[in-house]
């Protein structure tokens, strides 16, 4: 609970200047390659970590789907994930977004024996640095897919319900469009 509340204080850091739009000079590009680490304490489990890196197609302001890659570790025990991934932006405020995102991915390594894939559930913000790139805030809920009830322990904290909170660099590439 004590991540939860923090996570939202950061995210409301960051918010509560951008309520007033202006008129935005940030576009994003048509393509964005985004470079990420959530990570999550446990008292009883080892902290998990997860690099993700992920491209993503702009079809309009608000949508974007592409593919997501990542790697977690939770001490001795690592997994690697790939699958598609979808993004929706709500409309731009003075210094970034707000946005959804969601991701299945689908495992191989240690979390193969603990279940066939991952979904992960977020919600962030954009803060925009520069033309057409951001730092990314995200609060991430996963869950396994098709998990397996009788699952070894080690990998089964890599993999259980959790919230992890994340950061991350996104970098548009390609055209940039104004954003409206």
């Given at each position: ?7 939202l ?49 702009y079809?309009?302001?608000a ?49 193969a ?16 640095v520069?033309n057409?790139s951001?730092?990314?805030?995200t609060?991430?809920?996963s ?19 959790s919230y ?17």
């Amino acid at each position: 609970m004590k991540k939860l509340l923090a996570a939202l204080f950061v995210l409301c850091l960051f918010a509560v200047p951008t309520f007033a739009q202006e008129d935005p000079v940030w576009g994003h590009g048509t393509d964005a390659w985004i470079f990420g680490l959530n990570w999550e304490n446990r008292e009883d489990q080892p902290t998990v970590f997860q690099t993700t890196g992920q491209w993503l197609h702009y079809t309009s302001d608000a949508n974007a789907f592409g593919v997501s890659l990542s790697y977690l570790a939770a001490g001795d025990v690592d997994a690697g994930g790939v699958g598609p991934a979808w993004e929706f932006n709500f409309p731009a405020l003075q210094r970034g977004h707000f946005f959804v995102l969601t991701r299945a991915e689908f495992l191989t390594g240690d979390a193969a024996d603990v279940a066939t894939a991952v979904g992960i559930l977020g919600v962030g913000y954009k803060l925009r640095v520069g033309n057409s790139s951001a730092v990314r805030l995200t609060l991430d809920y996963s869950d396994t897919i098709d998990g397996e009830p009788d699952a070894p322990t080690a990998g089964a904290a890599l993999m259980e319900q959790s919230y992890t909170f994340g950061v991350a660099f996104e970098l548009g590439v390609n055209k940039n469009t104004p954003v409206r």
